[in-house]
């Protein structure tokens, strides 16, 4: 048994936003894994719900209002290299994601491979 440490990366994106997220990521990291590239998973649609605060810039809603949207889980996975997973979150999601604040959730995980 072979133990491969990954990083599991999550992020909650608006159903309208999700091919230009899964582009901005795929233009800085082809996401290779073996013999493959560009794996991602995503879910069906959701609800995200959110209530921006005075001073929020939101893209959608108003301060004290509180906002529910289409919204799906997008998940890929990385090798554990700080400086790669920076790179994906400064480029590929935060200026493609149209929140002023995107979910992102960071992981730490081991893939188990036979052999």
């Known amino acids: 048994m072979q133990r491969v440490p990954l990083y599991r990366v999550v992020v909650f994106v608006p159903v309208p936003a999700l091919q230009a997220v899964k582009q901005g990521i795929l233009s800085v990291d082809a996401l290779v894994a073996g013999d493959y590239e560009h794996g ?15 001073g929020a ?48 959730q960071v992981e730490e995980i081991e893939l188990l491979l036979a052999g």
């Open 57 to 104: 810039i939101p893209t959608q809603g108003e301060a004290g209002q509180t906002e529910v949207v289409d919204s799906v889980r997008l998940e890929f996975c990385l090798p554990r290299d700080p400086a790669r997973l920076r790179r994906v979150f400064e480029q590929g999601i935060v200026p493609h994601h149209p929140w002023q604040v995107p979910v992102v």
């Open 40 to 54: 991602m998973w995503w879910s069906v649609p959701g609800f995200e719900q959110f209530r921006p605060r005075v």
